[in-house]
């Protein structure tokens, strides 16, 4: 039986493709944003369905409630992501459970302290980082970690 595939995600990929793109005008970059959204979507019904398994921070939570509630104005879209978030994560991290591997890999890759996080939490499980940030997709890269860019997928698409 083929072993199931582990994903850290970040954020900035998790709200794409829970959001739909709220553009009104109907043009390049809002069909850039639209295959943005169908590929994040894609990824967390995977995790949804049971094909994938999903691991992220506690603050993962907290983050995405702010900027769904930025997007939306709405307290309950905010609400319903992060229960979907909570509900189908195999492992939310707490910063106690990871906070030593976490410390030596920021001195190590000098990475901001959330994006430290979100990698340690890739290192640690040995799961492919699924972002939308550029710089935390190098640093991964850079510390032999498996990391798929969003925009990257939707150029390859």
Do not use: C, W
């Not at 850039?32 to 995790?47: E, G, P, T």
């Not at 879209?77 to 920021?106: C, M, P, T």
């Amino acid at each position: 039986m083929a072993s199931v595939v582990k994903y850290t995600i970040d954020t900035s990929f998790a709200v794409k493709g829970i959001v739909p793109p709220r553009r009104k005008k109907r043009d390049e970059i809002l069909e850039k944003q639209q295959k943005m959204h169908k590929i994040a979507r894609s990824y967390l019904d995977k995790v949804r369905d049971k094909h994938a398994e999903m691991y992220i921070p506690a603050v993962a939570l907290i983050e995405t409630a702010i900027v769904i509630s930025r997007i939306t104005n709405n307290e309950d879209d905010s609400r319903k992501a992060v229960s979907f978030l909570r509900r189908n994560a195999a492992h939310v991290f707490y910063e106690h459970e990871i906070l030593e591997e976490a410390i030596s890999f920021g001195i190590e890759a000098k990475a901001s302290g959330y994006d430290t996080i979100f990698l340690t939490i890739a290192e640690v499980t040995q799961s492919e980082l699924l972002t939308d940030d550029s710089l935390q997709h190098k640093i991964a890269l850079s510390r032999g970690i498996v990391s798929h860019l969003l925009r990257d997928m939707v150029a390859n698409d």
